[in-house]
């Protein structure tokens, strides 16, 4: 019987021209597709590294309500140089006893603590200097007021920002008001006890709201609320209170109107949002039924003693959506 011998396979390399090639190719790819992945992972780190910071002041935040609240922390006296030292006593003799703060730094050397120069804005249209005491964070907070403490009262004190860093590595800008007031429904401007601009990797960059910096805000004395909002970079248009929640979800199915906490926040923090911001009223995702009459909240900017205000449902306003 006999046997048939299949012929040897002839065996081929590349040629030096198909590797090149070939690496040539990938080269392109990867040019092309490396910088979307690494935004892509720095969005979630600096998401994931946001909110632990927020989870991690926030419980620092509730120990000190639970002590006494807010308010409690001022500075006994002014130095030789007349400047304020609210924030720095809070930090010191307040926050460092539930967080650890390894590092304090005032006004004049914020940089020292990791605060970058400026800090580009949630729509990247501009860059902003870090401001420097409320006045220049928010003017419309702040009211004239003699020196007697009630009249004080009235108003957020003028405190110079101080700044700290974090055991983890986060720099935080501090703006805090120790006269503030007990939360009820029409005095959020009173009720604001402190602010906090916070970037979560110091001066790396990009130093920009909504990626590696975030803002913070705490209202009310002894029942404290806090918010933390990440809003979407441009106004969703204007509509009445019921159809807010449709022009969000337009946005993204994500989105959503912000709650009065959440909106006041932004209101507070606008100087970091885009020079446009808050120059009309905006609707909350909150409405009360008060008699027979419907109504819901808006935030009307400029308002000094009462930030938001009520309107009747069917009346038209602005909407900022946040993110869920």
Known sequence: MGFTRKSDAVLRGFTLAEVLITLAVIGIVAAISLPSLIANYNEKAWETERLAFQARMFQAISEIRNLGGFGEYKAANQDSEGKDTAAETFILEGLSKYYKIPTVCNKDNLTHCGIPDTILTLDNSSSVSIPRNFHELNSSLVQ????????????????????????????????????????????????????????????????????????????????????????YKNDAGTST????????????????????????????????????????????????????????????????????????????????????
């Open 144 to 231: 004239e007021a003699s020196s007697s403490e009630e009249d004080t009262k009235v108003s957020i004190a003028n405190t110079d920002v101080i700044s700290f860093m974090t055991a983890n590595g986060e720099s935080v800008l501090l703006y805090y008001n120790p006269y503030c007031e007990d939360l009820n429904e029409d005095n959020y401007n009173s009720a604001l006890c402190l602010n906090m601009v916070f970037d979560v990797n110091g001066n790396k960059g990009p130093n920009q709201i909504g990626k590696d910096v975030g803002f913070l805000t705490a209202f009310g004395r002894h029942e404290t609320r806090g918010a933390a909002p990440l809003a």
């Open 241 to 324: 209170f019921e159809n807010a929640p449709s022009l969000c979800t337009q946005v993204d199915n994500f989105a959503r109107v912000p709650s009065k906490d959440e909106l006041m926040s932004l209101y507070v923090n606008k100087i970091f949002i885009d020079a446009n911001a808050f120059i009309n009223s905006y609707w909350t995702g909150e409405a009360y039924t008060a008699g027979n009459s419907g109504y819901a909240y808006a935030l009307e900017p400029g308002k000094t003693s009462s930030s938001i205000e009520k309107k009747l449902r069917g009346a038209q306003a602005f909407v900022r959506c946040v993110h869920k």
